[in-house]
């Protein structure tokens, strides 16, 4: 653990002790993946506390003092203490950068100007190194360690280790001592794979923008090649197509918006939504549940047509059965090469649940009475061999025969009447969308 409560000791323990991991000095297991876990967060957490800036540039001027103007130094400190005492989050960074313009600039001698430009450019440094705020801080000690880890494990990603070895020894020749720390550190490589793995967990954890040089390094880990490497490349390369993609929210009301915005007359517009290759059942399930009845009504269609893609859809039209139960009834036909088609006999059809205009509330509630230990979103969907209507009676029989509860879709399969005929390829489904099986009571 970090020997200091203070921000600022404890982010540069962090870093000085991640640093010196990658470089290959790890502790045995299970000590270092809990040494891992523990800095890890300590830089993190380090890194977002708004007083780290401040203490830092404390510790520059501290060593600046009797080397600059003691006239720019209080106007420094007074200004940290005017953001310590207010609540402000934002450093002071451009009143610090110009009181230190406006004093090289009042600096007549040449060789002055040379030599406090020299002095000050700690300063300079820290000022450029906080200007990004917390999420910036975050990202460029990501960008840092991430770097030190490719730059070694690069070098051993093409061919056998020996012929690495060989190349790595031609290109430093005068520096052997290079070479030492590069094999030392590959030859940890598992070790630190733990410690990479942590900190690329840290990017959707903590919300970062995967941009420019946080981008760059994450196409490099993700074409690392050697057989110890696999692990992180994996890991880079999900969290480049994770951060490509929108997050949740603004999926959501792009598609509540659309759905919302589409009436029956305009049922053509919702076919973007049907054909859109972006993932976006979740968003359709929660939509559901949704107290706009037309973005209910919305997303049971365009749930049904994404599902049913492959198929031909020939009718489709939404019931409200009850203002928390909606139920969608359609019609498609099999593909010809469908293996459904060539079964004629009784058990080669499936009943699951259909819906008529008789299907009452009351059935349902017979059928699902098992209570959820926890609210559940049910769904029930069917294929019959017939599209007319079936009799309420044989709902019931067929539904209370066998049935199947799941968070996606729950399915229930029975044998149809003898008197159904199975001609064709034309099917009838239903598929019904409510909360909880309370709400039937």
């Not at 040494?35 to 300590?42: A, D, L």
């Not at 929660?286 to 749930?303: G, H, I, K, Q, T």
């Not at 509330?361 to 599209?387: I, K, N, W, Y």
Request: aromatic share 6%; with cysteine; charged share 20%.
């Amino acid at each position: 653990a970090s020997p200091s409560k203070r921000p600022l000791q404890k982010f540069q323990f962090a870093m000085k002790t991640l640093t010196d991991m990658l470089d290959g000095f790890c502790i045995p297991e299970p000590f270092f993946s809990e040494m891992i876990t523990v800095q890890v967060r300590h830089l993190m957490e380090a890194a977002r506390n708004p007083e780290l800036p401040m203490l830092d540039l404390q510790d520059v001027l501290s060593s600046l003092e009797g080397r600059i103007s003691s006239r720019l130094l209080t106007s420094i400190r007074d200004t940290l203490h005017d953001y310590s005492q207010s609540e402000s989050v934002v450093f002071p960074y451009d009143k610090i950068t110009s009181l230190m313009d406006t004093h090289a600039l009042s600096i007549t001698k040449h060789t002055d100007r040379e030599r406090f430009l020299l002095d000050t450019q700690n300063i300079i440094s820290l000022i450029q190194r906080y200007r990004g705020g917390a999420h910036g801080l975050q990202r460029d000690v990501l960008v840092q360690h991430l770097t030190r880890y490719r730059d070694v494990e690069e070098k051993f990603s093409v061919g056998s280790f020996d012929k690495c070895l060989d190349t790595l020894r031609e290109q430093n020749r005068d520096t052997l001592d290079t070479v030492v720390q590069c094999v030392m550190a590959h030859h940890k490589v598992a070790a630190r794979n733990i410690l990479v793995s942590s900190l690329l967990e840290c990017i959707p954890r903590y919300q970062m923008e995967v941009t420019g040089e946080l981008k760059a390094v994450l196409e490099s880990l993700a074409e690392l090649a050697s057989p110890g490497t696999t692990r992180v490349a994996l890991l880079a390369r999900t969290t480049l197509i994770q951060a490509l993609q929108p997050p949740y929210e603004a999926v959501y009301h792009r598609v509540q918006e659309t759905l919302a915005e589409v009436d029956l007359s305009q049922q053509e517009a919702l076919k973007e939504l049907v054909v859109s290759p972006s993932p976006i059942f979740d968003v359709l399930v929660d939509c559901l549940f949704n107290a706009n009845s037309r973005v209910a009504r919305n997303a049971l269609e365009v749930y049904i047509r994404r599902s049913y893609l492959a198929y031909k859809l020939t009718s489709l039209e939404v019931k409200d059965v009850h203002p928390k139960l909606k139920l969608v009834e359609f019609q498609f036909t099999l593909p010809s090469s469908h293996p459904n088609i060539v079964r004629r006999s009784m058990s080669g059809s499936s009943l699951k649940l259909s819906a008529s205009s008789n299907l009452s509330l009351s059935s349902l509630e017979e059928t699902f009475c098992s209570p959820l230990s926890s609210p559940q979103r049910e769904q029930s969907s069917g294929a019959l061999p017939h599209v007319g209507p079936l009799p309420h009676a044989t709902i019931a029989q067929a539904v209370s025969s066998s049935k199947l509860k799941s968070t996606s879709d729950a399915s229930v399969q029975s044998h149809p009447p003898h008197d159904l005929p199975l001609k064709g390829c034309d099917r009838t489904g239903v598929m019904a969308a409510f909360h909880t099986l309370k709400e039937l009571k």
